[in-house]
């Protein structure tokens, strides 16, 4: 075997292992396009070409749900409006090929920016969760266009367990609470800014588009996204396009009173090195200002929070849903606060 049939042999592994993982049990349309696509030589073959980055399958899947958005495919638009599984891997897998010249400066240029809205669900409680109570600034790394930045005016169902956040709000969402009880009050934010490598801004029609591409769209995201797009263009958050490290550095030491850093889904994409420089730099900083760092990720992601068996729940593999508060230049507690789906639609609660 070549050197180029392993590596897409490895890639195709890679896939499956997302169908099984990811997919099944939450997302049927995606669970059988991605195993389609696992099983194509010649899809393979086109994502290895493409820079490491786009070797997940969630760049392809919004490269390919924005055509769908912009009517260039529709015949995968109408599988994909009524979820219909049957047929939609092969039909995806020939839309590809059909339009690898199109797709390849897509890809090669775009990165996942999924921003689920979803996730407020899990960030309310692990806010109310910090002791300090003073109004603080809250930073979110990997922001992309900062939807989870205006948490405090969505509306979060909790069913039995309550609810936050204003009624009328236009963003609902819902989250089942599995275990636990997440507690729920007033967040006083003072500042709201996010950071990203790559800032969408949620009033430009493109931007907006693609955000909506990255949603699965088998999985009744796709209005409240619209919804948290809106909402966020008329309540604008500070977005600054750079580096995490260096501009979280200068945020650091310019930003008065406490700060809660935020960072769901996004530690995972940075190599062990980084995690590691992050964490010290939130520690540097706290010699200051108490730093309080909340973060949503999978396991043994963030080496600073203990190990906590994940629950046995169905779907995709549970997140560990962390609270790290750095003083004076250490580490003073780090604590599993909950497990949670990716997306925020049920939260397994550890009481305190």
């Known amino acids: 075997m070549t050197k180029d049939q392993i590596q897409k042999e490895s890639l195709a592994d890679y896939w499956r292992f997302f169908a099984e993982t990811e997919c099944k049990g939450y997302s049927p349309l995606y669970e059988a396009i991605t195993t389609a696509c696992a099983n ?109 930045l205006r948490l405090d005016d969505c509306f979060i169902d909790y069913g039995s367990h309550g609810s936050l956040g204003p009624h009328d709000s236009k963003v609902r969402v819902k989250s089942d609470v599995l275990a636990g009880h997440p507690p729920r009050r007033s967040i006083p934010i003072g500042r709201r800014i996010g950071i990203d490598r790559n800032i969408l801004n949620p009033a430009n029609e493109d931007d907006a588009r693609w955000l909506l591409a990255c949603v699965w769209p088998d999985t009744g995201r796709l209005d409240r996204t619209r919804a948290a797009l809106e909402l966020a263009a008329s309540r604008p958050s500070e977005l600054i396009e750079g580096d995490a490290l260096e501009t979280l550095s200068d945020l650091l030491t310019s930003v008065q009173g406490p700060i809660v850093v935020t960072t769901t889904w996004v530690v995972a994409y940075m190599d062990i090195e980084y995690r590691a420089r992050l964490s010290a730099e939130l520690m540097t900083a706290s010699q200051q200002r108490d730093i309080y760092w909340i973060s949503a990720e999978a396991p043994g992601v963030v080496s600073d929070l203990p190990e906590v068996l994940p629950p046995q729940v169905e779907g995709p593999l549970p997140s560990v849903v962390g609270l790290v508060t750095f003083t004076k230049g250490e580490i003073a507690d780090a604590r599993v606060l909950a497990h949670a789906h990716s997306h925020g639609s049920w939260i397994w609660w550890y009481d305190q």
């Open 40 to 148: 194509s030589d010649d899809v393979m073959e086109f994502v290895s070409s493409l820079p490491s980055h786009a070797h997940q399958p969630n760049l392809l899947l919004a490269a390919m749900h924005e055509r769908v958005l912009l009517g260039l495919e529709p015949e995968l638009s109408a599988l994909y409006a009524d979820n219909q599984v049957g047929g939609v891997g092969a039909l995806f897998v020939a839309a590809v090929l059909k339009s690898r010249d199109r797709l390849q400066p897509i890809l090669s240029t775009r990165f996942t920016q999924t921003n689920e809205i979803g996730r407020v669900a899990i960030i309310a409680p692990a806010l109310a969760a910090i002791s300090d109570r003073d109004t603080f600034t809250l930073i979110d790394v990997g922001t992309s266009a900062g939807l989870t």
